[in-house]
T-cell receptor, first 112, second 114 residues
Framework: QKEVEQDPGPLSVPEGAIVSLNCTYS??????FMWYRQYSRKGPELLMY????GNKEDGRFTAQVDKSSKYISLFIRDSQPSDSATYLC????????????FGDGTTLTVKP | GAVVSQHPSWVICKSGTSVKIECRSL??????MFWYRQFPKQSLMLMAT?????????EQGVEKDKFLINHASLTLSTLTVTSAHPEDSSFYIC??????????FGPGTRLTVT
């Protein structure tokens, strides 16, 4: 079983919809949680970075962490066609040389 | 956010030759950088962790003699694919740690071996 499981998608939504992207994990040692956006043939771009349980908001993006359930989510409000990309969740232990464990990614398409 | 560059962005080489890919942190110093490989529609596969001034740590199954990594300074790490073969064709991405926890990625290098 993988340490990090991400909803596989693909996901297709109309412009303006609220998008929910989700990951679960099995290792309680994960302390840091990240969301990356990757456009085709580009490197991943760090979107959100959280440490504690709860919500963190940045513009149209909200990252939610529930450590008791080992579940994290990324919400995108008022989705735009430019949000069409693959979204990767990533998690990191406090030690372990800073290596992150990545989900397999969810591909999102926002249709105008 | 912090900026990481990679060069070249795309390279074509003949089978048997070697190719060097550079990864630079442009506005911060990075004692640790990572090299990933990504196949189409698949997630990132960590190849190795590069630490400034010391030998790289390779993930299981990655040939260290084939993928040479050198982290010569706090802003530069290089990956050399030696004696490249068509099966080495892939998208190679580096990333750098800023402040210990936040990881920033380069734009990637597409390698095609003919």
């Amino acid at each position: 079983q993988k340490e990090v499981e991400q909803d596989p998608g693909p996901l297709s939504v109309p412009e303006g919809a609220i998008v929910s992207l989700n990951c679960t994990y099995s290792n309680s040692a994960f302390q840091y949680f990240m969301w990356y956006r990757q456009y085709s043939r580009k490197g991943p771009e760090l979107l959100m970075y959280t440490y504690s349980s709860g919500n963190k908001e940045d513009g149209r993006f909200t990252a939610q962490v529930d450590k008791s359930s080992k579940y994290i989510s990324l919400f995108i409000r008022d989705s735009q066609p430019s949000d069409s990309a693959t979204y990767l969740c990533a998690m990191k232990r406090k030690t372990n040389a800073g290596k992150s464990t990545f989900g397999d990614g969810t591909t999102l398409t926002v249709k105008p | 956010g912090a900026v990481v560059s990679q060069h070249p962005s795309w390279v074509i080489c003949k089978s048997g030759t070697s190719v060097k890919i550079e990864c630079r942190s442009l506005d911060f110093q990075a004692t640790t950088m990572f090299w990933y490989r990504q196949f189409p529609k698949q997630s990132l596969m960590l190849m190795a962790t590069s630490n400034e001034g010391s030998k790289a740590t390779y993930e299981q199954g990655v040939e260290k003699d084939k993928f040479l990594i050198n982290h010569a300074s706090l802003t530069l790490s290089t990956l050399t694919v030696t004696s490249a073969h068509p099966e080495d064709s892939s998208f190679y991405i580096c990333s750098a740690l800023a402040g210990g926890y936040e990881q920033y990625f380069g734009p990637g290098t597409r390698l095609t071996v003919t």
